[in-house]
């Protein structure tokens, strides 16, 4: 029996999405969801206020209508950079002056700590246009 090769299944690729490179990363720059309010304390911390969507259970159990998350100094340090203007290398650069960090150190602590945040929908990135890059 002959096998047609028009008639086989094709098998599905996975369609990974593009990474960016390096510099563009570098050159991206972390900006705050808007609908996150934040509040910094005395101490220097930052709280983060996220406010929940109201569903049928939470008003069945009555459960807080809000969820907080405290940052310590380092990652409230880095979330007030995240302002639009500062971009990531900016961003290691201060890291490596204030806290006396080697640049390879700030620039794997600081994109884990982003990669986090974007997860969590706290922030997004402005990626440089192509003339800038």
């Known amino acids: 029996m002959v096998k047609l090769p028009f008639f086989k299944k ?23 969801n808007p609908l996150v309010e934040w509040k910094k304390y005395e101490s220097g911390e930052i709280a983060l206020i996220i406010k929940m969507k109201e569903t049928w259970l939470s008003k069945f159990f009555k459960t807080s209508r809000e969820r907080k ?6 990652g409230s340090f880095v979330w007030e950079l995240c302002d639009g203007k500062h971009t990531i290398e900016d961003i290691i650069n201060e890291l490596c002056k204030k806290y006396k960090l080697r640049p390879r150190e700030a620039e794997v602590s600081l994109i884990t700590y982003l990669n986090m945040l974007a997860q969590r929908r706290l922030v997004a990135f402005i990626m440089p246009k192509p003339e800038e890059r």
């Not at 369609?15 to 570098?26: A, F, G, H, N």
């Not at 998350?69 to 380092?74: N, T």
């Open 10 to 32: 094709k098998e599905k690729e996975e369609k990974k999405p593009l990474q960016p490179s390096k510099e563009v990363i570098l050159k991206s720059k972390p900006i705050r």
């Open 69 to 74: 998350i405290v940052l310590d100094k380092v």
